[in-house]
Each structure stands twice: as structure tokens, then as C-alpha cells.
């Protein structure tokens, strides 16, 4: 079965950082990976699908990269609306999703 | 728009049985995968099962197999999910989303907001 591994499983920038989050799956996957952002008391939503395809509305600060087993998010200018989880979901199978990265603000 | 509302969820005994349901509006339902993912307290994302399109073909989380039922009445625009023999594990905010296309096997998008099940004596 495949795993993914997110990691940090929690990190903490100031405002205006580059941040990355890291997804790793236990096997290849292609490019079959989303981002999703869950911010407190909100509807998840998702960010980016295809590894790297930004989806309609979500700001240009947001971006993802990786191919086969290493994915990466990453937000260029890290603002406080940005404080939520994050999670990567393959979807090569079943939906599977990763542990989580928890981002907050320094 | 596209909108998913919960509904169902509650406080049940470990044993017990609880039907949630997800009323879906604002896209052809009846064309879509549909799924169900839930989040324990303190724990990250859990996808449970998943409905294609005619509701005949589902998929299940090892977790829950043989004790969730996933289904759809698709003149309704309504999803379910049948729970029974509820575990404390099974605790959890149970949210539907909408698969992007109709193979069930792709990101979801748009979500629910979700329904808290609570299993506790």
C-alpha cells in the first residue's frame, strides 16, 4: 500500500518567509497529487492538483512542484491568512492523504 | 454554486448506528464521484469511502469496511453514509466532497463543512 509522508508536521515563519512543505509517497504516483488547505472553522479547500496546477481563485503565492515520489508546496510570501493545516492527498488509487503540516505565524 | 451540507451527525454509543446524509446542490450530482472523509480530534485526514456516479460501484477505507455503507439517491441530490457498530475511533467531523470528475479516483473539490459524530457511553 502507498504512504505519504508529510513533513515538518509543524512549523512557524514570520510573515513574508518562504515557506515549503515536503510530500513524500512510498512509491511513484506520477504527478496523481493535491494540496488542500484547512483553515480553522473553514470548509477544506483545495489549492493545487496535478502536483503543480493552480486551482482558479487561489493566489499566486501558492505553487507546487514534484514529480513520481517528491512533491513540494510552497508559499513565496507567507501572509496570516495562511495559518492552517495542510495536507497532500494522492489520488494514483484511492484517496490517500498525508499527516499534515501545521503553519503558523512567528 | 456548488454546495454540500451535512447533516446527521450526533452522539452515539460504541455499538451503535448513525445515517449521515449530504444534500448537494448547484452541479449535475448524478454526474460525479462522490466521497466521504472524516477527521478525528486531533488527528489529520481520513478518506472513508467513495460513490461512482450511478451509485453502484462503491470503495471503502479498510477502517470502516463492513460496517459503513456509502450510497447515493441521485433524483434527490442526496449522499449517505450508513454507520454501524460505531467505534470511539470512529469519532470524528465527517465532511462529503465532491470527486473533480466522475472516475472517484481525483482531488475533491468542493467540500462540506462537515457533521461531528461523537461515539461515547
Known sequence: D?????????????????????????????????????????????????????????????????????????????????VATYYCQTYNSAPLFGGGTKVAIK | QVQLVESGGGVVQPGGSLRLSCAASGFTFSSYAMHWVRQAPGRGLEWVACTLHEGTNTFYADSVKGRFTISRDNSKNTLYLQMNNLRADDTALYHCAKDRYGSGMNWLDPWGQGTLVTVSS
Open chain 1, 2 to 82: 502507498i504512504q505519504m509522508t508529510q513533513s515538518p508536521s509543524s512549523l512557524s515563519a514570520s510573515v513574508g518567509d518562504r515557506v515549503t512543505i515536503t510530500c513524500r509517497a512510498s512509491q511513484g504516483i506520477s504527478n496523481y497529487l493535491a494540496w488542500y488547505q484547512l483553515r480553522p472553522g473553514k470548509v477544506p479547500k483545495v489549492l493545487i492538483s496535478g502536483a503543480s496546477t493552480l486551482q482558479s481563485g487561489v493566489p499566486s503565492r501558492f505553487s507546487g512542484s514534484g514529480s513520481g515520489t517528491h512533491f513540494t508546496l510552497t508559499i513565496s510570501s507567507l501572509q496570516p491568512e495562511d
